[in-house]
Structures are given as C-alpha cells and as structure tokens.
C-alpha cells in the first residue's frame, strides 16, 4: 500500500495563477481532508469529504475547491492564487469516524505563492 | 466553537520523562488524538482516548479527564528523536469533526 500520495511536493505559482492539488489514497478509506498549515502553526482543516460525492468546508475555505468523483482521489482546487495561501498543504484520509478516525496524512505539498 | 491549548515550546533533557499538557472546550465531545510530526514531515498517529484514564503504549502513555477538558502525552526514556512537535486533536460531534491545536514543539537535549 502506498498510502496518501500527493503531488506536486513543491510549487511556486504567481498571483492570479491556478493549480491543482493532487491527493489519492489506496486503502479504501471513505473520509478524506485537506488541510494547511503555516509555519510554527496547526493544522487548519479547508474541505472534508465522507465519501465519493459528499464534500463539505471546513475552517479556512475560501479561495478553494475541492471535488470527490471517486473514492480514492480528492484533488483541491486553487483558483486565483494569493500570497496569503503560502503554506504547507496535506491530505489526509480515514476509514470513518469515531475510534475509526484516525487521519493518515500524505507527505505535503509545500506552496509559495509570490 | 472549540479551543484547544498547548504549550507552544518545551525543552526536555534524554533519559528523562516529559509531561505535554493539552486542555479543550468544546461541545459533543468524542474522543481525542495525539499526533507526532517531525520538523518538514507529515504528522503521524500516536493514541486516541475515549474514556477517562491513562494508556500506555511503550514509552508513550496518554491520559485523558473528560470532566475538566484536560489530557497529556506522556514519553519516558526520552530520545534524541523524540524532538518534534506534538499535536492535540480533539474529535467533536455527530459528525465526528477533528480539530487540532497549534502543537507542542519539543526540544531533546543531551
């Protein structure tokens, strides 16, 4: 098992500019998440999704959007890209809810935006 | 809405204990986690208390008192490796929604 893969690692994007964040999952877990987290800081949760079709905000959505057509990707959108959406982005994913919350997080995508 | 504290930095020596304190208000209270990220990593599962009362797992143990919002994690024998920040996340409501503190950072000295 690969586990929450997420692509790109690294990205610099100009204001104004879009891009996709890639996020896949193979362990068939229902519950995915995206969040982001600036330095020194926790984790802020943007969208979540509880299954293929469902997706909710979470705290900080503005300026995104998110899309869940199968189960194992939930790509994040970013349409008009500002400075203050440099941070570290990561996807998690979970089996369901309760004991069976436990998130398990990709490795990140680290974005600047200048 | 929900608050959740932690220390932001604390510094511990090897071969020691250190007590990371987490507190929280909030409402429909599930259950709460305890992640470990290493500095530039993605954050990785640690324990998750439902009931009242401590859990041991190896060096690590985890405590929780539903009744006054309070947990710690708790790492014995400390490691060089142990230094990382430690995120306090506190599981709410029917739709079992995660929260997470800003984190503790631990420093291991030798």
């Known amino acids: 098992n690969a586990g929450v893969t997420q692509t790109p690692k690294f990205r610099i994007l100009k204001i104004g500019q879009s891009m996709t964040l890639q996020c896949t999952q193979d362990m068939n877990h229902n519950y995915m998440y995206w969040y982001r987290q600036d330095p020194g800081m926790g984790l802020k949760l943007i969208y979540y999704?509880?299954?293929?079709?469902?997706?909710d905000k979470g705290e900080v959505p503005n300026g995104y959007n998110v899309s869940r057509s199968t189960t194992e990707d939930f790509p994040l959108r970013l349409e008009l890209a500002a400075p203050s959406q440099t941070s570290v982005y990561f996807c998690?994913?979970?089996?369901?809810?309760?004991?069976?919350?436990?998130?398990?997080f990709g490795p990140g995508t680290r974005l600047t935006v200048l | 809405g929900q608050n959740i504290d932690q220390p932001t930095e604390m510094t511990a020596t090897e071969g020691a204990i250190v007590q990371i304190n987490c507190t929280y208000q909030?409402?429909?209270?599930?259950?709460l986690f305890w992640y470990q990220q290493h500095a530039g990593e993605a954050p990785t599962f640690l324990s998750y208390n439902v009931l009242d009362g401590l859990e041991e797992k190896g060096r690590f143990s985890s405590f929780l008192s539903r009744s006054k919002g309070y947990s710690y994690l708790l790492l014995k024998e400390l490691q060089m490796k142990d230094s990382a920040s430690y995120l306090c996340?506190?599981?709410?409501?029917?739709?079992?929604?995660?929260?997470f503190g800003t984190g503790t950072k631990l420093q291991v000295i030798p």
């Open positions: 999704s509880v299954g293929a079709g469902i997706t």
């Open positions: 996340a506190v599981n709410s409501g029917g739709y079992q929604k995660v929260t």
């Open positions: 909030t409402s429909g209270f599930n259950g």
């Open positions: 998690a994913s979970s089996l369901a809810a309760g004991g069976l919350n436990t998130q398990y």
